[in-house]
T-cell receptor
């Protein structure tokens, strides 16, 4: 149980275009989902916390107008990288916790490798 | 700055040997978690140890927590080639409903067959 599906797993786009990444909790409901960015051989950097039905909370230094997050339902959060540039190329990972599961382990998607050419 | 810092950054051992990874953190925590990440994949939760616990076991995994030293260790016994992965500690120092995990830089473990 507690499966998180992230799609797509890989995407290549041209500079200036936008890319949407989906994160779905398949067998549980998640009021809270998290979006991370990971550079090669580095740790996960929390970008934002996505709460169902409300605005996402962004970490310091993360541009909310560039990384649009929508958490429209208890099983789906999306991250849209707008006007992508080569420096946005990275590995993006989402995670979710079940309803009422604060202080519980996170369930991660398998990540999305974004390459901006 | 990173809340959790693992060492070593990289560890290479032979199959059958034990692997020990350490994690240090800076602030008081509610719990500390260890995750595993295979290359190019998401993270998989291994063990959660609460701040009032000192040791926890799960199969070949043993985690210790020393809150006085703000450190934790992950021991993998009788390692296998399939244990090759990056291992991250994550600390939960959040309060109330504002749940937030902070990840360390990870230890890359290579188990040679």
């Amino acid at each position: 149980g507690a499966v998180v599906s992230q799609h797509p797993s890989r995407v290549i786009c041209k500079s200036g275009t936008s890319v949407k990444i989906e994160c779905r909790s398949l067998d549980f409901q998640a009021t809270t989902m998290f979006w991370y960015r990971q550079f090669p051989k580095q740790s996960l950097m929390l970008m934002a916390t996505s709460n169902e039905g409300s605005k996402a909370t962004y970490e310091q230094g993360v541009e909310k107008d560039k990384f649009l997050i929508n958490h429209a339902s208890l099983t789906l959060s999306t991250l849209t990288v707008t006007s992508a540039h080569p420096e946005d190329s990275s590995f993006y990972i989402c995670s979710a916790i079940p309803l009422g599961g604060n202080n519980s382990p996170l369930h991660f998607g398998n990540g999305t490798r974004l390459t901006v050419t | 700055s990173q809340q959790g810092e693992e060492d070593p950054q990289a560890l290479s051992i032979q199959e059958g040997e034990n692997a020990t990874m350490n994690c240090s953190y800076k602030t008081s925590i509610n719990n500390l978690q260890w995750y595993r990440q295979n290359s190019g994949r998401g993270l998989v939760h291994l063990i959660l140890i609460r701040s009032n616990e000192r040791e926890k076991h799960s199969g070949r995994l043993r985690v210790t927590l020393d809150t006085s030293k703000k450190s934790s260790s992950l021991l993998i016994t009788a390692s296998r080639a399939a244990d090759t992965a990056s291992y991250f500690c994550a600390t939960d120092a959040s309060g109330g409903s504002n749940y937030k995990l902070t990840f360390g830089k990870g230890t890359l473990l290579t188990v040679n067959p």
